[in-house]
């Protein structure tokens, strides 16, 4: 495992834009992927997005193509969600994930959360319409 430490969520308007950062230590050079899930109140946990380490394959649930951008800076051991044109359904705690064990390589593996061993705090995102 690894310790993952979230930054960046705050109060927006809707159309407006936040950047979430998740910093890795520990372990971090045995990451396979990294990942965001958001869970709003009375809902479960969902994929937003992933990116694996190594060869930057990214993957996004549809309601997020084109208003969201994840990114990874491997020097700094680092996960970026850019987001952007926010809407008020976007509300909700968004969590970093990451793989250490490989769990995601497998086909859909990477949009579920059971594929990452590694979680953050997470950090709180709310978006007024």
């Known amino acids: 495992q690894v310790q993952l430490v979230e930054s960046g969520g705050g109060l927006v308007q809707a159309g407006g834009s936040l950047r979430l950062s998740c910093a890795a230590s520990?372990?971090?050079?045995?990451?396979?992927?990294m990942a965001w899930f958001r869970q709003a109140p009375g809902s479960e946990r969902e994929f937003v997005a992933a990116v694996t380490w190594s060869a930057g394959s990214i993957y996004y649930r549809d309601s997020v193509k084109g208003r969201f951008s994840i990114s990874r800076d491997n020097a700094k051991n680092t996960v970026y969600l850019q987001m952007n044109s926010l809407k008020a359904e976007d509300t909700a705690d968004y969590y970093c994930a990451a793989d250490t064990r490989k769990a995601t390589y497998d086909g859909d593996a990477v949009y579920d959360a059971f594929g990452y061993d590694s979680w953050g705090q997470g950090t709180q995102v709310t978006v007024s319409s």
């Open positions: 520990g372990r971090s050079f045995s990451v396979y992927a």
